[in-house]
Nanobody, 124 residues
Framework: QVQLVESGGGLVQTGGSLRLSCAAS????????MGWFRQAPGRERESVAA????????YYADSVKGRCSISRDRLKNVVYLQMNSLKPEDTGVYYC?????????????????WGQGTRVNVSS
């Protein structure tokens, strides 16, 4: 059974930073693509960032490009999302997702496994 557990969310002021973590367990995630998504109140879930199995390829949504960085520790089976210069529009529940794939995956419909989410609240 694959399990993804997010952590690191919280309340932060505009301009602040957070680092989200996604701990994966249940199997070896060496050949898994990973992604971060978020869902703001009243809005659909959207892609934030993605990383391929090796960490050599990354994707960022235009809304976070230049402010966020996704990385993975393959030994620890952890994926990180460093978020800087946070804005109120970054508020939402952030989800980690995984799928066995050598490609980088952007669409939520491509992922098989999801965490429960961690809430980020950016105050103005």
């Amino acid at each position: 059974q694959v399990q993804l557990v997010e952590s690191g969310g919280g309340l932060v002021q505009t301009g602040g930073s957070l680092r989200l973590s996604c701990a994966a367990s249940g199997r070896t995630f060496d050949n898994y693509a990973m992604g971060w998504f978020r869902q703001a109140p009243g809005r659909e879930r959207e892609s934030v960032a993605a990383i391929n199995w090796s960490g050599g390829s990354t994707y960022y949504a235009d809304s976070v490009k230049g402010r966020c960085s996704i990385s993975r520790d393959r030994l620890k089976n952890v994926v990180y999302l460093q978020m800087n210069s946070l804005k109120p529009e970054d508020t939402g529940v952030y989800y980690c997702a995984a799928k066995r794939s050598l490609d980088i995956l952007v669409s939520e419909y491509e992922y098989d496994y999801w965490g429960q989410g961690t809430r980020v609240n950016v105050s103005s």
